[in-house]
């Protein structure tokens, strides 16, 4: 376990460099020109020049590529072409809204689609699963923003129970109004996330609900929610720890568009504003955060499927999770046997 995880630690790294590289250069290849843009149209070419030493845009890309990536090390992300204020304030400042938007709709979808997942799939033949499963298919084609402006119609214009939009300028300072301008946001994103997990949750289920180590433990006494709860969860984890790292990473990149319908000042506005005015310290150091973060999520998930199922550990491929089941009652059985073949 150990050597598997230096290994995936060593592969991380590279895929950072890489992501680090691809995202450097290919925003280089963008048209259009910072110095430029900065110091204005009219600006004579000693002007432009001087502003091209000051942003340190006039060094090769490989020099600025490596000072980026060293001032990363150290926390400095560089300085914004627009504000003129250091970039790694500001993210956090955005974070400080984005991952409680994130997190929590991620929450609240689990929450949802759970239950919902597990009634679809073992009611799948009656009309409260066939309903969940109808429903759960059209969410997934409906677009997040629609859903998004659907919930502003509703609770914010017809009945006005939460704002329409906006955080408030203070921050967190009053807790109660910025939970209240995240409702309707970590809804809409719960919605849309829970649609697709519904539908991976009930198939991981329909495929362990036939196999025969559930009917092994229903023959040694199990009822039929004890068997499913005790041996089949556990062997439907493995793929579904792949299917919620990858709807966290959603959940990230569901707030970045989101934050733009709900007018919210955090990570998507600010990239989306970064994009507008090239101001590219800011647009590499976001997209270049978003990509270690969905990597960093799924380094975490083969971790977690490694250590609930041994079989990913190099173990034999009878070596289940689940015979815990006989392990409990063979030795009964094993006496029972011998005693009958003694009395005979």
Not at 11 to 23: D, F, I, K, N, R
Not at 36 to 64: H, N, Y
Not at 178 to 183: E, F, G, I, M, Q
Not at 298 to 320: E, H
Request: with cysteine; net charge positive; hydrophobic share 55%.
């Amino acid at each position: 376990m150990r050597r598997y995880m230096i290994r995936r630690m060593a592969l991380l790294t590279l895929s950072a460099l890489l992501a680090s590289s691809a995202v450097f250069f290919l925003l280089r290849t963008l048209p259009g020109d910072a110095a430029l843009s900065m110091a204005g149209l009219e600006a004579t070419p000693e002007q432009i020049q001087a502003t091209r030493q000051q942003l340190g845009t006039d060094k090769p890309l490989w020099i600025q590529y490596f000072r980026w990536i060293g001032g990363m090390f150290h926390g400095d992300f560089g300085i914004s072409y627009l504000s003129k204020l250091p970039v790694a304030a500001e993210i956090g400042r955005r974070l400080a809204v984005t991952l409680p938007l994130s997190l929590s709709a991620f929450c609240l979808a689990t929450l949802i689609s759970f239950p919902l997942g597990i009634i679809a799939a073992v009611r799948r033949k009656r009309p409260v699963g066939i309903g969940v499963s109808a429903v759960s298919s059209m969410g997934v084609a409906v677009p997040v923003f629609w859903v998004g402006i659907i919930l502003i119609w509703l609770f914010a214009l017809a009945v006005p129970i939460f704002p329409a939009g906006g955080f408030p300028l203070d921050g967190w300072a009053d807790p109660w109004a910025a939970v209240r301008s995240l409702v309707l946001p970590v809804v809409t994103i719960a919605i849309v996330m829970s649609s697709t997990l519904i539908r991976y949750i009930r198939s991981a289920i329909l495929d362990i609900l036939g196999q025969d180590y559930l009917r092994t433990a229903r023959s040694l006494g199990y009822s039929a929610r004890a068997a499913r709860w005790r041996h089949g969860v556990r062997n439907a984890a493995v793929p579904l720890v792949a299917i919620m790292s990858f709807e966290l990473s959603t959940s990230l990149l569901g707030a970045v568009v989101i934050e733009n319908v709900f007018a919210i000042p955090g990570l998507g506005a600010m990239l989306l504003s970064g994009v507008i005015n090239r101001d590219l310290p800011v647009v590499q150091d976001i997209v270049f955060l978003i990509t270690f973060f969905v990597l960093f999520i799924g380094f975490l998930a083969d971790i977690v499927q490694r250590i609930i199922d041994p079989r990913l550990r190099g173990g034999s491929i009878d070596q289940r999770v689940v015979p815990d089941a006989m392990s409990e009652e063979e030795p009964s059985m094993g006496l029972r046997a011998e005693s009958g073949r003694s009395k005979s």
